[in-house]
């Protein structure tokens, strides 16, 4: 069996959650040819993974290639226009989610009959058509300046519809969104069934995303209504669909997927990667393991800590992980901010790690405090490694923690740092949590288990 | 309580476009169903989201805000002015080295200046990393050719210098004004102009002397200040994408500005000074560039449809050629304070007028990257003039009156090339 495993900036390309689990998959079923196809900003991102051996071709699939698209300058083909005036319709008229998923899909299959979808969107002809859909839809204004960034936007994102589609036994996606675009051509053109996982729920990202995107609001309007449209097609294309939590199966169904195509697969860690910490460090030691990212909500953390150090002078937070490419400002606001509270010295950025691990085993208790999740393996590995956790309520996150952790509302650092100096000044507590949540992941989050689940998805779909 | 939440969290709401981004916001702000149902009385986050999107306050969206304007008025009207400069210094070297000399080198030079100005100009827009690498090889590069010129002509060693200088001082000018530090360059070059002034009042042979090696240190001040600001760009070249078509277009454009004046230089004043105008003009059709540019973006921004789009910028297109026309027609006029008025002498002024205004065109349609539609409008012309010149020879008014011609068909050609862009309301955002 060959699979194509699709996802938009991830494996193997950047670190994060998602491109561990796409390694782990490949390297976890030997017996299965693996291609991987990945959307990107401009292609000239490079690989930052060691490739297995199993894996046969690496797509990159740019969205805004750093070789300018040459664009049509002619009036697009006469095709275009209906399928585009529908797509319009489609995207402007309120609807209940998930309703008029087959159609709109069927509006994208006719669009990717488009060769150049960003000249033909940006034509003056297109620009016309959405401009009259505007104002027989909605009331508010949109100028020019608005439909031409829009459409620019929708077209580039629109490219994966004019690739040639992937052709192999099975589509894996492993987000919704336009890696999905990848797997519709697929499934037009050769009736490949399509698997979609979601880690996170990428149309909830975006909606966060958008709230302080600096867009006018009918651009808002355009892309946020064409992600909410996407992701109900895409829920109605797809055979199985895979939430990494069952929180987030909500968003799935009320997007007006099928109840009985969901099937809960969470995400699994080796055991013997993460092996249970022997010793504690001597300081009071609150531990952060993650990307530098404002998902991450840092700044309350650092807050939190700033009440744990007035209770236990000692205490120390270590903060491990990169700074993406563009999170520059974010990890200055975070450096800003130790300064302002006077925690230089006690609060410090490690920035990356060699192991997770070493993260993990170097202090007390672990912390996650961010504002959106999927079924963050950070908490897994933390637990595997038999460290309590203090984390927010987003995502999995409590389904992964349970009893075993401690889990407080988002955005209240003063609950961070209440759970915090409990764990750290509580040793038996802290040792009790940390026993159960190492053996709730041998329970239930093992690698082993969640490969098993993948295998007879795939196996149900191509018998 | 969905208001009291509502009234908390609108702030943060405000641009909420939709319930579902209102209930992804919630749930990062930790409620969830549970919390929906207890606290809020609501089935689920999506059932409490709807109701807090319908009691948000919405701030009427701010008109839209205008477009960063690239247009400076008095630093880019003054670039012919700075272009211009070295001319106060050409009295005092045609009394060192003699005309007969000095004219043909200075327009050859002129020409290969145009072209390798034109090249670095690709990089210090295109490569700005190694701007100054490429500076540093042009000044090297344009030595050589300058010295080429010097002793393809057999020229005495002192206009081989003046060559050198001229060169340079077109290399540098331009890196100098890419970087907009017109206020240094006018400093810089003050001295030279005095100097030529100077020796235009007194007119002996040591006042030449003195001008011109006042001009030199000024030129070698203007490299040094180049040279310096782009310290840090240092980067290996790297090819520029269009470089070659970029290339063409700037040889075909001096191509057809110096064929048709370099015959007249040396023995015909009416007709050499006609082309003043227009190098003093040339600031003021690259301010008008940048307006236009301007204009048409803000315009994006107060209508909705591509078709009025271009109606309103045809309109702007038209208003700029004729603001450039206008001055250029009053810039020209002014040489001719000073030399006898001539038939062929209009001709020439006028036929470099319309030229301004092809040139204004070919400044839009260069920034939308159509070098290739620039270089077949300019190829037409040359066959105009000096084509039809080179297969029969002409008499001075007619051959004027052929350039006015080929200039009045490369400036319709620009027009309608430029107007058809205008269509393309998306090569404006």
């Given at each position: 069996m060959k699979v194509t495993l699709v996802s938009e900036g991830t494996y193997p390309f950047a670190m994060g959650g998602v491109s561990v689990w796409m390694d782990q998959l490949i390297r976890g079923m030997p017996d299965h040819r693996w291609g991987v196809v990945t959307l990107t900003v401009d292609g000239a991102e490079r690989p930052v993974w060691e490739l297995p051996d199993n894996l046969d071709e690496v797509v990159s699939m740019p969205?805004?290639?750093?070789?300018?698209l040459r664009r049509s300058t002619r009036a697009p083909e006469t095709g275009f226009h209906e399928p585009y005036g529908e797509f319009l319709r489609m995207i402007l008229t309120p609807a209940v989610m998930g309703d008029g998923s087959r159609e709109f899909l069927d509006i994208l299959r006719r669009l990717s009959a488009c060769e150049d979808l960003v000249g033909a969107l940006t034509s003056a002809e297109a620009l016309t058509q959405l401009m009259d859909c505007w104002y027989w839809n909605r009331l508010d204004g949109i100028n020019l300046a608005d439909g031409i960034t829009a459409s620019h936007l929708l077209g580039h994102m629109l490219r994966p519809l004019a690739a040639e589609p992937i052709r192999t036994d099975l589509t894996h996606v492993a987000m919704n969104g336009l890696s999905m675009l990848v797997a519709m051509a697929a499934k037009w053109r050769y009736g490949t069934p399509i698997v979609l996982s979601e880690h996170g729920v990428y149309l909830r990202e975006r909606y966060l995303q958008y709230l302080t995107e600096p867009v006018s609001h009918p651009v808002r309007v355009l892309l946020l209504s064409f992600f909410r449209r996407l992701a109900g097609a895409s829920y109605a294309i797809a055979d199985r669909i895979a939430p990494h939590s069952s929180y987030n199966k909500r968003w799935q169904v009320h997007g007006g997927a099928d109840p009985e195509r969901i099937h809960v697969m969470y995400n699994g860690v080796d055991p013997a990667d993460f092996p249970l910490a022997t010793s504690e460090p001597e300081r009071p030691t609150l531990v952060f393991m993650g990307r530098?990212?404002?998902?991450?909500?840092?700044h309350t953390l650092i807050r939190a800590f700033a009440i744990v150090r007035d209770k236990l002078p000692d205490a120390v937070l270590r903060i491990f992980g990169g700074t993406p490419e563009g999170n520059e400002t974010y990890h200055a606001s975070c450096v800003a901010l130790i300064a302002e509270l006077g925690l230089e010295g006690s609060?410090?950025?490690?920035?990356?790690?060699?192991?997770q691990v070493e993260a993990y085993h170097a202090g007390h208790v672990v912390a996650l405090t961010s504002i959106s999740e999927g079924f963050p393996y950070t908490v897994v590995e933390a637990m595997a490694c038999g460290r309590p956790v203090v984390c927010t309520n987003v995502g999995g996150v409590a389904e992964a923690v349970a009893d075993a952790g401690l889990v407080v509302a988002p955005r209240d650092h003063v609950a961070v740092a209440e759970a915090a100096i409990r764990l750290l000044t509580d040793h038996h507590l802290r040792h009790r949590l940390g026993a159960a949540s190492r053996e709730r992941v041998m329970e239930r989050f093992t690698l082993q288990q969640s490969l098993d689940d993948y295998r007879q998805v795939y196996e149900e779909l191509l018998p | 309580m969905s208001e009291e939440l509502a009234r908390r969290l609108n702030p943060k709401l405000v641009?909420?476009?939709?319930p579902l981004q209102v209930a992804a916001a919630l749930e990062s702000e930790g409620l969830n169903d549970k919390i929906a149902r207890d606290r809020y009385g609501h089935h689920d986050v999506f059932s409490l989201a709807e109701a807090v999107y319908d009691r948000l306050v919405r701030e009427s969206e701010p008109p839209p805000g205008g477009v960063r304007r690239r247009s400076r008025a008095f630093a880019q009207l003054s670039h012919g002015l700075l272009y211009a400069m070295?001319?106060?210094?050409l009295p005092a070297a045609s009394a060192l080295v003699g005309a007969r000399w000095l004219m043909p080198g200075l327009v050859l030079t002129t020409g290969a200046g145009w072209v390798l100005g034109g090249c670095l100009a690709r990089f210090g827009y295109g490569t700005p990393a190694s701007a100054g690498t490429a500076l540093r090889l042009g000044l090297l590069l344009g030595a050589g050719i300058a010295a080429a010129i010097g002793l393809a002509l057999q020229a005495p060693p002192a206009l081989l210098a003046l060559c050198v200088a001229q060169i340079t001082f077109q290399l540098c000018s331009g890196m100098l004004l890419m970087h907009r530090r017109e206020g240094v360059m006018a400093v810089l070059m003050a001295p030279g102009v005095l100097a030529g002034a100077l020796y235009l009042a007194i007119g002996e042979p040591v006042a030449a002397v003195l001008a011109v090696t006042v001009g030199a240190g000024c030129i070698a001040a203007v490299a040094c200040a180049a040279v310096l600001l782009t310290r840090e760009q240092r980067a290996p070249v790297r090819v520029p994408a269009g470089l070659p078509a970029g290339l063409a277009h700037t040889a075909l454009t001096a191509l057809f500005l110096l064929q048709a004046e370099a015959r007249y230089v040396v023995e015909r004043p009416d007709l050499a000074v006609a082309g003043a105008g227009l190098v003093l003009g040339m600031g003021v059709l690259e301010y008008r560039a940048h307006c236009f540019e301007d204009d048409v973006r803000g315009v994006t921004r107060q209508v909705c449809y591509p078709v009025e789009f271009t109606r309103q910028a045809q309109r702007l297109l038209l208003h700029g050629l004729g603001w450039c026309l206008a001055a250029l027609v009053a810039l020209s006029a002014l040489p001719f304070l000073f030399v006898a008025l001539t038939p062929e002498g209009v001709v020439m002024a006028l036929a470099h007028v319309v030229l301004g205004g092809a040139y204004y065109l070919s400044f839009l349609l260069a920034n939308q990257g159509r070098v290739a539609e620039l270089c077949l409008a300019q190829g037409a012309a040359l066959v105009l003039h000096p084509g039809i010149r080179l297969a029969a020879p002409l008499p001075v008014l007619s051959d004027t009156l052929l350039f006015l011609a080929a200039c009045l068909l490369f400036l319709c050609l620009l027009l309608v090339l430029t107007a058809s862009r205008l269509r393309d309301v998306w090569a404006y955002r």
């Open positions: 969205l805004w290639p750093t070789t300018p530098i990212d404002p998902l991450k909500d840092l609060a410090v950025l490690e920035g990356r790690v060699s192991t | 641009q909420a476009v939709e070295p001319g106060a210094l």
